[in-house]
């Protein structure tokens, strides 16, 4: 490799840099991703072998001197009661189980947590993203909004927003807003700072020409936010959409740590990590990640149905 | 700006003193306020309304500051009226407007002495509007450089003080929403504690934790650079984990290395772990086909591609991940000591003292962790503009 394509993907090693690449088949591209995957789970089995092994000598083979082989040792690791780290399929089962074994309103239904966490997020993600809009429209046409507020914009995400959920929670709850608004508003908070700032470049994505189209078409200001500068501004919308989901998402389940909340994904790794249940730990860290998965997709599907909609330079344009 | 076009694209062609009509505004609710009482006094029974006009109110505050304020919102809403206020207007109106909105902080009575009427009320509106006549003139105003927050920094200044002054007006209790003067208290009297926490929790947890995780993450992408394989392979599952609440990992780093830093370190690694390597990996790959072209033609090995061309290039990318990381590392050490922590700590502070309801102290220990936030952000901003000097995006706003 002393040719300076060797970053190149491999399929484009042998032609000259800069010629256009072919497309990656679905194989070529799914490969890698498998194989780093395999790894990780293979990694994963054998420490917990290793961090498990003391536990399960002193535990269950009846101490160091007891007679047991190395199959036996293996088997038993990777089935204890409370390992210091559990195995992937013991998680898995666990939330089969969980899903499974208990009615869908039972606290011990994973599926009522992911529930709850989903619809504080969903409604801190679309108060966010409509806070987003607003002060982006305004910042794009008022100097004195861009002037005073967008630098306290960016510092509001340099502030661990995190760290006063409590706070947060504390004080909507004086007022008398429990359950789903408290996590929502934290969850909104984390969620507006992406969409803003995405949408302030997206609005001032127009090129000189078009504005001066609209300008002799006598198009008012309004016009031309409706016709031209949203539209132009959804391509750099959806990926701040998407990050934004993902942020509220975190937000909603820090938000659910601290009160003491009898469902929601926080609340079941608080309750489950008090009483050192390591295996329902994981679970819920897999349900949440398959959650912040899930609302991903679905921003990308919400994505794919209006940019479908939208002029062929709107996709063009998209880069993801 | 006079071209008409230029009101098309994004710049507004405003009259030059913008605020005019909120001038007025706040000339008139002064001159509405003024035969109404400021205070309601608590007497012998009950509220007795005061009979004199707020501007001459004794019993409260002394005379004087009442009349200086009501002075000092007639002058500032008759400076606003002017058409092309220059510098020392704008200056002279915002000391004004500041100096209204000072004597109306000092003449809010305690609890016990009475409640505020409606002519303390329609004066302070009248304030109100005037602030935010100030914030838009500073706005409009051509600045130099050095100053370039100058309207920023008023607008938060005018947040706090009307913080202050609506949290006593409306005797709003502590828990709710302390004023930002009794927050200040609480920074002064435990300030010893407040270092402590500051040690613990950025000292160690945050520092160790982001120089490792933000260092293997640079590393980690530096070094599967020549393997596409891994790369094509690692990309997808890292950006995966930016939408995987990492967070949550807290009570097992408890678990696993004690309820003392380490936990805390841990969680804060693998949060700022991915941001970084995901960061490196787009920045190397951010060169451009011509650049890259010339390397060739000039026979460049590898190594030196890298090295002159491809990292310089990932640098904006990495700082980028740097400065995320920043406020990542923050919040995941600060939340694993909800899960468990010695009995200092940041985190640890404000979960104990929001239980005890001691909310002066809550608010002053996110004050600390803000500040930390903010200066690490600015920091990183400054050594960014050290090192890219020669880009166009920082040679632009230079």
């Known amino acids: 490799m002393t040719t300076p394509t060797a970053t190149l993907p491999a399929a484009a090693r042998t032609r000259r840099p800069g010629a256009p690449e072919p497309a990656l088949s679905w194989g070529a591209r799914t490969g890698p991703v498998l194989a780093v995957t395999l790894a990780v789970l293979v990694l994963w089995y054998l420490a917990a072998i290793a961090l498990n092994a003391h536990g399960a000598i002193e535990r269950v083979l009846g101490g160091p001197d007891g007679a047991w082989s190395a199959t036996q040792l293996v088997q038993t690791t990777w089935a204890m009661q409370r390992p210091i780290l559990p195995v992937p399929h013991q998680i898995g089962l666990d939330i089969w189980h969980s899903v499974r074994d208990w009615p869908i309103d039972s606290p011990r239904n994973l599926l009522l947590h992911a529930r709850t966490t989903a619809e504080a997020t969903l409604l801190g993600f679309g108060l966010g993203t409509a806070l987003g809009l607003l002060l982006a429209i305004g910042i794009v046409h008022a100097r004195t909004l861009e002037k005073a507020l967008l630098p306290w914009i960016v510092a509001s995400q340099t502030v661990p927003v995190l760290a006063i959920a409590p706070i947060v929670l504390v004080v909507l709850g004086s007022l008398g807003f429990t359950g789903t608004l408290p996590k929502a508003v934290i969850a909104m908070y984390l969620c507006f700072f992406p969409v803003t700032v995405a949408m302030v470049q997206g609005l001032r994505s127009p090129q000189r020409i078009e504005t001066e189209l609209f300008h002799t078409y006598a198009a008012s200001r309004w016009q031309a936010l409706w016709a031209l500068r949203l539209p132009a501004s959804l391509p750099h919308l959806f990926p701040a959409l998407r990050v934004a989901i993902a942020a509220g998402l975190v937000g909603a389940i820090v938000a659910e740590l601290p009160t003491g909340a009898q469902a929601g994904l926080g609340a079941r790794l608080l309750t489950s990590s008090y009483y050192g249940n390591t295996v329902q730990i994981w679970s819920a860290l897999l349900m949440s990640a398959v959650l912040g998965l899930a609302l991903t997709a679905l921003v990308g599907l919400l994505e794919r149905a209006v940019l479908r909609r939208h002029s062929p330079t709107a996709q063009g344009k998209l880069k993801s | ?398």
């Open chain 2, 1 to 398: 700006m006079s071209h008409p076009i230029a009101s098309l694209s994004g710049a507004r062609v405003r009259p030059d003193a913008p605020g005019a009509l909120l001038a007025v505004l706040a000339l008139a609710l002064l001159l509405l306020s003024l035969p109404y009482p400021a205070l309601q006094l608590a007497g012998e029974d009950g509220f007795t309304l005061n009979p004199l006009a707020w501007w001459a109110v004794q019993a409260v505050a002394p005379g004087w500051v009442a009349w200086g304020t009501g002075l000092a919102t007639g002058v500032a809403a008759l400076l606003a009226l002017r058409a092309t206020p220059g510098r020392a207007a704008t200056l002279a109106l915002t000391l004004l407007t500041l100096a209204a909105l000072g004597g109306l902080i000092a003449l809010t009575p305690t609890e016990e002495q009475g409640a505020v009427g409606s002519g303390f009320w329609l004066c302070t509106g009248a304030v109100a509007l005037l602030a935010l006549v100030t914030v838009a003139r500073v706005s409009a105003l051509p600045l130099p450089r050095g100053l370039d927050a100058a309207s920023a920094l008023l607008f938060g200044l005018w947040v706090l003080l009307f913080w202050e002054l609506l949290t006593t007006a409306f005797a709003v209790p502590r828990v709710l929403l302390p004023p930002p003067s009794s927050v200040a208290v609480a920074l002064w009297t435990h300030a010893a504690t407040l270092r402590d926490d500051l040690v613990q929790t950025v000292g160690k947890a945050v520092l160790i934790g982001y120089v490792l995780g933000c260092g293997l993450g640079v590393g980690v992408g530096i070094a599967i650079d020549r393997l596409p394989f891994l790369q094509r392979g690692l990309l997808p599952v890292a950006s995966l984990t930016s939408t995987v609440p990492l967070v949550g990992v807290a009570p097992i780093a408890v678990m696993w290395f004690g309820f003392d830093w380490p936990s805390k370190a841990a969680v804060v690694v693998l949060m700022t772990f991915f941001p970084a390597l995901i960061g490196t990996l787009a920045g190397l790959a951010a060169a451009g086909k011509l650049e890259r072209e010339l390397m060739f033609s000039y026979a460049a090995s590898d190594r030196r591609t890298l090295l002159d061309l491809r990292l310089p290039v990932a640098l904006p990318f990495i700082f980028n991940a740097l400065k995320v990381n920043a406020t990542l590392a923050l919040i995941g050490a600060i939340v694993a000591e909800f899960f468990g922590s010695p009995t200092v700590g940041l985190g640890f502070r404000i979960s104990t003292e929001a239980s005890r309801m001691n909310m002066p102290l809550v608010w002053a220990t996110i004050v600390v962790a803000s500040a930390v936030g903010m200066l690490a952000y600015a920091l990183l901003g400054r050594l960014e503009r050290r090192v890219n000097f020669w880009h166009p995006a920082i040679r632009a706003a230079a």
